[in-house]
């Protein structure tokens, strides 16, 4: 199922003439409860598919509102096993949106990559993004990924050219994460006009689709970008109405879906009026 | 690897062959980074092996090292030290001597010759007690390039001297209060800063840890210490000492001392791992003696973890050992059997402190007294005919003001 569902998702989106828009959460953020209540509104509400974050103790490519997110949440007990828990439940609802795992190695090696890579698949995840586990360290990581039908998503970077690229794609399928800046996720902003040209490079390489992330804050930003790729990925702007909301005494889960419907709302809209690709 | 911890490999004929082509020391080691830094790292591991072969490079390091840090550093006979044991003849090596009194000077002024070749011109480090910052501090002074220095909050508190240093010799301090606001998690600091700003910035890393090829780097520039060593005790006893030891936090004293004599197997290494409060309480940083294998900073070591991978915060009186992993080569040399981890407590250290001001006239750092506490249970195994080599790391002028707040004074 797994790698057909991105793949099915994407053909779809394609065939309507727009891009996916992608709502990065954190498993366990702020509690487990609210955090599900916000997995299951997340298509309801816009998002083309979910990336659910696993929490680590640190995580060196996240800027702060991130490492805040899986402070919360590893402060609230969440785990591997926890988040699984959620990934199932989630799919209790829904069978057709896309959920890709993003994390760090430890927790993995911890579980096993073979055993993980199993009850991934069983509990309903797609797709699997580890940070800190470059190419060059990733194939265990793979063999097992492979085994399960789970996909491997890769990351490339402004620092990745051409020959590096072709070692970025090998074993990568569903799509490539394009990080479009260099730095830690929800700081610098994202430029769509200097991102088309390398979201046309590793489309090109890959033939795959490209989403862009690390850089999206607003509507109007995820627009600009969801005119260049196939995907908008936003996670920062997303966890701090987590923050944000908890801070306020609000209603959690209604203040970040709001946010996801102006994001997706955007996103949606981006392509009207432009030729379809 | 796999996902199960590594198991212990067989014996290799050659120790000094490692880490392999993929920065390996067995199942320890690797290139655990985000990809926006892969290219970066794979730059400076090339960079690094031709600096290595370099003849020019070799003697313009070996100039500074003789004429700006002041090597060969002694090797001391410790007499009173020797007598107060009973055991084996008892050598200090004395790194802290050294210009910006630690070993931690001699890889930063080769890193920092390496990041001019390389065209960087800003440099960024992290620092526990505060030595590797002060020595990234000075050889940025030496050459004129910026320098930004991530310190655990909890460490700039307890390490104030240290900082005021730092400053006096021109580099920014930033506190860093994410996660346990130490060792670790200026590490954090300093790989997304790095990450942040990888067009111009070279990552001066000061332990024999993170991800290739800081681990061999780190130790090729510590193992001078160990070069040394063979070749004074030999000056001076004619032989090769049967054991050396050293304290261990990343492990850049350890495995500088330990690597020159890796195919002695005659010759014991001895690390010492910093056991806190004690390693029956969790309050410890003993990766080897109280962890398991996992993967942070860029490699797979020994880590104080729970058991679903998140990584637990180290405890020991010493800033510079309070850190949950430790070099992946000290990880593999445990796994094969070549060298052995003991621990050694907060009031144990103390008393070796002492113990060494007292006997020997020397203030040791609060670090390398770990290795001090556990010395006499060495030269007393060892016995009267043998010698032991112990590294005396750093000096302790640093700590004074620990030391007096753990014997209840106030100066």
Redesign the interface.
């Known amino acids: 199922m797994s790698k057909a569902r991105i793949d099915a998702r994407f053909a779809a989106l394609k065939a309507e003439g727009r891009a996916a828009f992608i709502a990065y959460v954190m498993a366990g953020d702020p509690d487990a409860a609210t955090a599900l209540k916000i997995l299951k509104g997340l298509p309801g509400a816009g998002a083309d598919i979910v990336e659910l974050g696993f929490?680590?103790?640190?995580?060196?490519?996240?800027?702060?509102p991130i490492?805040r997110a899986a402070q919360r949440a590893?402060a609230k007990g969440m785990?591997?096993a926890g988040t699984l828990e959620l990934v199932r439940a989630f799919r209790e609802t829904d069978g057709a949106t896309p959920l890709i795992l993003m994390g760090?190695?430890?927790?993995?090696?911890?579980?096993?990559?073979?055993?993980?890579a199993r009850d991934a698949a069983a509990a309903g995840v797609d797709g699997l993004i580890v940070?800190?586990?470059?190419p060059?360290?990733a194939d265990?990581l793979a063999d097992?990924l492979d085994a399960a039908d789970v996909s491997l998503i890769?990351?490339?970077?402004?620092?990745?050219?051409d020959e590096?690229l072709k070692v970025?794609i090998r074993r990568t399928s569903g799509f490539v994460y394009y990080?479009s800046v260099?730095?830690?996720t929800g700081?610098?902003e994202a430029d769509a006009a200097a991102v088309a040209p390398h979201v046309e490079r590793v489309r090109k390489a890959s033939g795959l689709p490209v989403a862009v992330g690390f850089g999206i804050k607003t509507p109007e930003r995820a627009a600009s970008i969801a005119q260049v790729a196939d995907a908008a990925v936003v996670g920062s702007a997303l966890v701090d109405e987590v923050a944000e909301a908890v801070d306020l005494n609000e209603d959690v889960s209604a203040r970040v879906l709001s946010k996801v419907e102006s994001l997706a709302k955007a996103v949606r809209r981006a392509r009207q009026g432009l030729t379809a690709v | 690897?796999?996902?199960?911890p590594p198991s212990p490999g067989a014996r290799p004929n050659d120790y000094t062959a490692y880490p392999d082509a993929?920065g390996r020391f067995g199942d320890y080691g690797?290139?655990?980074?985000?990809?926006?830094?892969?290219?970066?790292v794979h730059d400076l591991g090339a960079a690094w092996a031709a600096a290595k072969a370099d003849p020019a490079f070799q003697a313009e390091l070996g100039g500074y090292l003789t004429h700006y840090v002041g090597r060969p550093s002694p090797l001391y006979f410790a007499e009173r030290l020797t007598a107060h044991y009973g055991g084996a003849k008892i050598y200090l090596k004395r790194e802290e001597l050294n210009h910006t009194g630690s070993h931690k000077i001699n890889n930063c002024m080769g890193q920092i010759l390496l990041a001019m070749r390389m065209g960087k011109t800003r440099i960024i480090a992290e620092t526990g007690a505060g030595q590797h910052g002060v020595a990234t501090a000075t050889v940025c002074a030496r050459f004129g390039l910026p320098c930004v220095v991530y310190m655990g909050a909890v460490d700039v508190e307890r390490q104030k001297p240290n900082v005021f240093r730092m400053n006096l010799l021109g580099a920014e301090v930033r506190p860093v209060t994410?996660?346990s606001a130490t060792l670790?998690?200026a590490m954090?600091e300093a790989?997304?800063d790095w990450?942040?700003?990888?067009?111009d910035t070279y990552y001066l890393i000061g332990s024999a840890a993170g991800p290739h090829p800081y681990p061999e780097m780190v130790r090729d520039l510590q193992a001078v210490i160990g070069r040394e060593t063979r070749e004074q005790m030999m000056a001076m006893e004619g032989r090769l000492p049967d054991a050396v030891m050293a304290c261990v936090g990343g492990g850049s004293n350890a495995i500088g001392l330990f690597h020159p004599f890796l195919n002695d197997e005659g010759v014991r290494l001895i690390g010492v791992e910093a056991a806190g409060d004690g390693m029956g309480t969790d309050r410890h940083a003993a990766a080897i003696n109280g962890g398991r294998?996992?993967?942070?900073?860029?490699n797979?070591t020994y880590?104080l973890?729970d058991?679903?991978?998140?990584?637990?915060e180290a405890h020991s009186i010493s800033a510079g050992l309070d850190y949950p992993g430790i070099g992946p080569e000290h990880a593999w040399l445990h796994d094969v059997g070549r060298a052995t981890y003991l621990t050694a407590t907060d009031i144990e250290s103390l008393d070796a402190f002492k113990l060494c001001a007292e006997l020997e006239g020397i203030l040791p750092a609060i670090e390398s007294a770990h290795a001090l506490a556990r010395v006499g249970d060495v030269a007393r195994e060892v016995g009267k005919d043998g010698i032991v080599v112990l590294n005396l790391s750093g000096r302790g002028d640093k700590d004074v003001a620990t030391v007096a707040n753990h014997l209840g004074m106030q100066i």
């Open positions: 929490p680590f103790s640190d995580p060196m490519a996240e800027g702060p490492q590893l785990t591997l760090y190695t430890n927790p993995l090696v911890t579980w096993g990559y073979a055993a993980f940070v800190d586990c470059p060059e360290e265990p097992a890769r990351l490339a970077t402004p620092t990745t050219d590096r970025v990080v260099a730095g830690v700081v610098k | 690897m796999t996902a199960a993929n690797g290139r655990y980074v985000p990809e926006t830094l892969m290219p970066l994410s996660g670790k998690d954090n790989l997304r990450v942040t700003n990888v067009h294998p996992g993967v942070l900073h860029g797979m880590l973890q058991k679903e991978g998140q990584i637990t």
